[in-house]
């Protein structure tokens, strides 16, 4: 009777994303595993950028999964090296806003029904977006949302109350608008822009979506801007946004695009998965049609 060969899993544990302790998740890991189908090992990231690393290296030492247990952030960096490789990404979503494990209906901070979707899963094909600084996962772009993510990691306290609480002081203390023009396509618009982004997948985070329809393996982006507004508006665009109807904001616009460029100012903040930087030259995002593994839930159709 012939041995069925056991996968190699490799768990990538980011120790300080989100507001939850990861200590015990190796045993909740050896708890649930399926051991008739994975051999497994666990590695805890000690520096930004060091899942990158640990990634590539699963993939030179052909690890069939390698597993993101962290935040939007964590996933970031493990995707970059896996792009067009035969090395799946998995997710255990544990950061603070979990948008990429929300969209392929992977349950949050639950250890024990991501591993079942590891145990019974599919492998599926997923698009990310190349641009000239790296790739993206779920969305990128600037304006509030960058300039809070910019705050928010300098927070002690994680979670949405205190991503509530960057936003708040953003809004009414520090935030300008920024100018740039921008290539979306064979459309090329300008102005002084309250939010640009870009989504792959379908949400933020939080269960936040603008788009009700994004698909991330559909070739296209979809993409929302909004100009300055004045401050007294916020409540009806929140509750539009909320909605998914950015329709019914003047002064936003919804494109859908497989490539984009955008030029900024020397001081553009960018966000790309929550992770916020300033960048000094022109940004391009291209959409990459099916270009890395991810595991999905079994059942999971629409994605």
Known sequence: METLKKKKVMFVINPISGVYKKKNIPEKVAKYIDYVQYDYS???TQYAGHASLIAQQAVEQGYDVCVAVGGDGSINEIAQSLVGTETALAVIPYGSGNGFGRHLHIPPRDVKGAIHVLNTGKTVKID???SNVK???SNAGFGIDSS??????HHNQRGLASYAWAMVKELLFYFQPFDAKIEIDDITVEGSWFLFTAFNGNQYGYDYAVFPFTSIKDGV???ITMKYFPLKKLPYIVICLMLKRPDLIAEATAYRAKKITIHGNKKMVYQFDGDAF?????VTFEIVPQCINVMVPQDLSSY
């Open 278 to 282: 300033v960048y000094h030259d022109d």
């Open 42 to 44: 666990i590695r805890f």
């Open 148 to 153: 809070v993510a910019r705050r928010f990691k």
């Open 221 to 223: 982006l979809d993409v």
């Open 128 to 130: 990310l977006v190349k």
């Open 135 to 137: 790739y993206f996962v």
